[in-house]
């Protein structure tokens, strides 16, 4: 029974980066860093300029090797046995200037093993469902920025790889193509593909990830669902929406101060209280409540906490 579990967890698991260490010079870049990520997920990869983010991506597609540590990439050793099966997104774009781009993205397929006419095909579609059907023809050259970005991600999910690695995605996109490219990505991850996505747009991380890893100094600070760290980061308040809600804080002995504010009204619970605690007195009420939930920091108030040192980041580390 043991050994069918964890096969299946193997199976589950598209990259498993165990204890890896990097270091250029006298600097160690990546410490003792370790994270999976699943089939079917989406990992957010976090952390400030110089974290080692985008050395880690490198070690992951074998563009750069571990000095110590060990990283499986779809069941077996990074390397080009696995290269047709991972999609990757550098932060630096680059499409050949002038080669239109339907033919670069024809090339790219094929590369990756796709049969000419297959990849032709897939090409147009995809460039299509991005809005640059009219754009075929076009050189790199003569795109605009965001028609290139769009075309780059094409093609990285032309041969619709097991493994996705993305880096900065919507950087420099106006909302309306940021929005059609998250909805390229979440299509990618809901038919199986792992996603690793690096951001620095922290609202992003939060609405797209199904788990985030931050990242600082090479080491790892956070990593798990972003309910959980949220969680983690609450400040023992909870936020409640609802008619005839008494906002007399000696009224309950859960609370020690309530902060009415836009419609909601806000409780911060004594130490030792827990949000149940203040539901039961609730309900004991003629309060007609319509919503009750902890009121967790937004993600990028948790990164800002975090790299500076919060101890809470140690229980979802």
Not at 135 to 158: I, N, P
């Amino acid at each position: 029974m043991t050994s069918t579990v964890a096969t299946s967890a193997a199976v589950d698991q598209a990259v498993v980066v165990d204890d890896i260490w990097k270091r250029f010079g006298r600097v160690d870049v990546v410490q003792g860093l370790s994270f999976e990520v699943r089939r079917g997920e989406l990992l957010g990869f976090l952390g400030p300029n110089g974290a080692g983010k985008t050395t880690t991506m490198r070690m992951i597609l074998d563009i750069i090797r571990p000095d110590r540590g060990r990283i499986s990439v779809l069941g077996g050793e990074p390397g080009v046995a696995r290269q047709s099966r991972i999609g990757y997104l550098p932060e630096d774009r680059g499409l050949y200037r002038d080669v239109p781009v339907v033919d670069t993205l024809t090339y790219f397929g094929a590369l990756r093993g796709m049969r000419l006419s297959e990849s032709r095909a897939r090409a147009t579609e995809l460039l299509e469902q991005v809005g640059l059907g009219d754009s075929l023809r076009k050189k790199a050259a003569e795109l605009s920025r965001g028609m290139h970005q769009k075309a780059q991600l094409m093609a990285t999910v032309m041969n619709e790889p097991d493994l996705l690695i993305v880096d900065e995605p919507f950087q420099g996109l106006d909302p309306v193509n940021a929005e059609l490219l998250k909805g390229v990505l979440l299509s990618q991850r809901e038919r199986g593909a792992a996603v690793v996505m690096s951001t620095h747009d922290m609202g992003d991380a939060q609405t797209l990830c199904d788990r985030i890893l931050l990242i600082d100094g090479g080491r790892r600070v956070l990593y798990g669902t972003v309910p959980d760290i949220r969680r983690a980061f609450s400040d023992g308040a909870v936020e409640v929406i609802g008619q005839g809600v008494p906002t007399d804080a000696t009224l309950y002995r859960s609370v020690s101060h309530i902060s009415p504010m836009d419609g909601r009204i806000r409780f911060l619970l004594r130490d030792g209280a827990t949000a149940q605690d203040l539901f039961r007195e609730l309900a004991a009420t003629d309060a007609i409540v319509e919503r009750f939930s902890l009121d967790a920091p937004d993600l990028s108030e948790v990164f800002l906490r975090a790299v500076a040192g919060d101890p809470r980041a140690a229980a979802v580390a």
